[in-house]
């Protein structure tokens, strides 16, 4: 059973009904699923599919392909020399097949293109001189190495330029979703337990597939990530970025820069931090993080675009360096017996952050403004004595074309949250620091979001909006 999905499978099936032939790419991170996508729309029927080898040769791709050829159609082949060869039959077997649309889906394509195999060659001869000519193809090209779908398919500037009929970057689970996945496993979890696994996971569905339901949330992380002897997740971090980029090393320095500061990064510390030089190979693994969802990156409000911040969001790569990276205890039941320790405190808080800034349509629904033009930014001031102003940070602003700017604050918490003097008064000091800054017109609206809500005393009418658990599963 698929869960969500609804666009881009709506997607996937107007261009399989289409009167003309479609070139369809569907990519995204490592284990978000898109190959189950696939074959869940199509029921696990296609004319001709072939999944590319990891690590594979061109002698070996080629074999392999041609195992796939003569698996669909029937019929004996020699071994191909080449991508041209193996494409002019594939084209030979589809034009002998009676009338109806043609589904050919390659799986993991960007395995296939092997050094000095001129496989985009071949896969730009097939489509351009036939496939593209006829009405009844639908090419669908998949694959987790998203530098390789961006740079030779979607930003192609040979043959395949502009050729893509439809591009579906799959992204992870919203919580509603991770919500729907849990329920029909039967998982068990509360939605308070389902935060929290979204604060280490995110809406990975593949890692929420390894939770076991007579587990506790806690024994599961201890099984997937603490327990040495365990398949598990303690690897996945290296794997996942070698699955999605040819060269991972910049973009994992330029990750394990991100690490340093919560906030975020401007372009030139990110320079400092990385040891990464500043020009165009920067500002590609910059984009290709964020086009992965791995990175966010926004402009402080009042700043030029130039000053853009890049901020580190992946719940599962900071999760990582938090806890895996480095990790000498070999205390398999680690999360269990640190479970509420002064760390974990502070690294609840910072995740749930983190949630909010995935959900915001969510906020924005729950404060009733979806339907309001906003822009949503971090923002943060060092000290000016001569203007009164403390150094602030405020990690989420919604600032409304309807003359509110929300200034939210996230806090994770077990009941109710219950705003003490002091901290009201941090608020206040904070929303004045801001408004000092800025010298915005616009009513500022301190905003809380936390999961059960704020307990009623002297000290909460502070907040003007509050958005609760239940909010962010919308």
């Known amino acids: 059973m698929i869960i969500g999905r609804k666009p881009e499978q709506k997607e996937l099936l ?14 995204g991170r490592r284990r978000v699923g898109k190959t189950f996508l696939i074959r869940e729309t199509f029921n696990y029927s296609f004319t001709f599919q072939h999944t590319g080898l990891a690590r594979g040769k061109m002698k070996d791709q080629l074999l392999s392909f041609r195992e796939s050829l003569k698996k669909a159609s029937g019929k004996k082949y020699n ?12 084209e030979e077997w589809l034009g002998s097949l009676p009338d109806g649309k043609k589904i050919v889906f390659f799986d993991e394509l960007p395995w296939m293109d092997t050094p000095r195999s001129n496989f985009i060659s071949g896969l730009e001869h097939f489509w351009n001189s036939w496939a593209s000519a006829r009405k009844d193809i639908l090419l669908i090209a ?4 998203t530098s390789w779908i961006v740079n030779k398919l979607i930003n192609n500037h040979g043959g395949l330029h502009n050729r893509l009929t439809n591009k579906i970057l799959l992204h992870p689970f919203t919580l509603s979703e991770c919500e729907q996945y849990s329920e029909a496993n039967k998982l068990g979890m509360s939605r308070y337990q389902m935060v929290e696994n979204y604060m280490i996971m995110g809406g990975i569905p593949f890692y929420w597939s390894l939770l076991k339901r007579e587990f506790s949330l806690a024994q599961n992380i201890d099984s997937l990530f603490f327990n ?35 906030m975020g990064m401007t372009r030139d510390e990110i320079v400092k931090y ?19 969802g791995f990175i966010r990156k926004y402009t402080i409000m009042g700043k030029h675009s130039r000053d853009a911040i890049y901020q580190l969001i992946d719940n599962f790569t900071l999760f990582h360096f938090q806890y895996i990276q480095g990790n000498k205890n070999n205390d398999s039941h680690f999360w269990t017996n640190n479970f509420g320790s002064p760390l974990h405190r502070a690294w609840s808080g910072l995740a749930f952050e983190r949630v909010c800034l995935q959900h915001i349509s969510q906020i924005k629904e729950a404060l009733g403004i979806s339907g309001v033009l906003s822009n949503v930014y971090s923002w943060r001031t060092d000290a000016d004595e001569d203007k009164g102003i403390d150094k602030t940070q405020i990690d989420l602003l919604i600032d409304r074309n309807d003359g509110v700017i929300n200034l939210c604050e996230m806090k994770f918490s077990a009941q109710e949250y ?12 904070r929303r004045g620091n801001f ?6 017109k616009k009513a500022v609206h301190i905003t809380l979001v936390t999961p059960y809500g704020l307990k009623k005393n002297s000290h909460s009418s502070i907040a003007q909006n509050k958005v609760i658990l239940n909010d962010l599963f919308k």
């Open 79 to 90: 071994q191909f020399k080449n991508w041209y060869e193996a494409f002019f039959a594939l």
């Open 274 to 292: 990385s040891g990464i030089p500043t020009g165009g190979d920067l500002s590609r693994y910059l984009n290709e993080l964020e086009w992965c």
């Open 418 to 429: 219950a705003i003490s003097e002091d901290e009201e008064m941090k608020l206040r000091r």
């Open 228 to 262: 040495q002897d365990a398949e598990g997740l303690s690897h996945e971090y290296e794997q996942l970025y070698a699955s999605l980029f040819n060269n991972p090393e910049p973009y994992m320095q330029v990750v394990t820069a991100l690490t340093k500061k919560n």
């Open 14 to 27: 107007e261009a399989a009904n289409s009167e003309y032939s479609k070139f369809v790419a569907v990519y």
């Open 435 to 440: 408004i000092d800054a800025t010298q915005t």
């Open 142 to 145: 998949c694959g987790s190495a």
